[in-house]
Structures are given as structure tokens and as C-alpha cells.
């Protein structure tokens, strides 16, 4: 009898199958960073519907009646102008994390606006300092084309 046909150890898999196993793996994790950017995007867009939300309940804010309390009134100006503060802020926020997967000229274009406005504390000092040219991010890559995962 032959020694080896009572062997019950796995037979080695073939290189064929492993280079599909480590494709599929890639494609996972290619996957995984692609939906995390659509969400990372769609933040984006959920914080510039909330900012349309915040200014127009401060801008749909009625003449206060003669008689009505100034004080009051003026509160509730500045609470509503506290919330569009907050929108604003939260707006430029995800449009920060969103870099990592869109330029900021696209975001910019994407939501309605100026990149400038979007982005207000980016300078060209504070890129130098970064150690990126004026027309480049910290990554060097131009702010004119999409981020991609590497």
C-alpha cells in the first residue's frame, strides 16, 4: 500500500486561486472606500440642505408686530442666526472631509458656490506653510482635479 493515498493533509491550492481570493479582496476593500466616499459626499449635500433650511427660517423671520416684545423678537433673530452659523459651519466641515474624495473646485461647483466661499480659511500662506504650491494641496495634487484613492 502506498504511503501517500492515506494522506489526509489538504492539498495545496493552486496559485490560480489564491490570485483570485487576493483580487476579491481587493475588490472589497476598492469597494468599501468607493461607498465611503458616496456617503462622505452625501453628507456634503445633507449639511447644504441644512443651510438653505437655517437661512430661510432667519430670513422668513416676520416683522415683529408693534406691540410685540423687542427683546423677544431680537432673540429669536439671533437664534435663528445661531443656526445658520452652525449649518454654515457644519457645511464646511463635511466639505473638508469630502476633499479626500473630490476636488474643492468640484465641491464648490457641485453645491452651488465658490470655492472660496466654501473653503474661507485655506490661503495661500497656509498652503506654503503646508508645504504645498499655491496651486496644490499639502498632497500635491491640484485642487483642479478629483482626489483619487491611490
Not at 470655492?115 to 474661507?120: E, I, K, N, Y
Request: no cysteine; net charge neutral.
Amino acid at each position: 500500500m502506498d504511503s501517500n493515498t492515506n494522506d489526509t493533509r489538504p492539498s495545496q491550492p493552486s496559485a490560480r486561486v489564491r490570485a483570485s481570493d487576493i483580487a476579491d479582496e481587493r475588490r472589497r476593500a476598492a469597494n468599501a472606500r468607493h461607498a465611503a466616499a458616496i456617503d462622505t459626499i452625501d453628507t456634503l449635500f445633507d449639511r447644504a440642505d441644512q443651510l438653505r433650511v437655517a437661512r430661510d427660517r432667519l430670513t422668513g423671520i416676520a416683522p415683529a408686530p408693534v406691540d410685540a416684545d423687542p427683546i423677544r423678537d431680537a432673540q429669536a433673530v439671533i437664534d435663528a442666526a445661531h443656526q445658520l452659523g452652525n449649518a454654515l459651519n457644519d457645511l464646511r466641515q463635511a466639505a473638508q472631509r469630502a476633499t479626500k474624495h473630490r476636488s474643492r473646485s468640484d465641491l464648490a461647483n457641485d453645491i452651488g458656490t465658490r470655492q472660496s466661499a466654501l473653503f474661507p480659511h485655506t490661503t495661500t500662506n497656509e498652503r506654503r506653510s503646508r508645504g504645498a504650491s499655491p496651486t496644490t494641496g499639502a498632497d500635491g495634487v491640484s485642487d483642479d482635479h478629483a482626489h483619487t484613492d491611490r
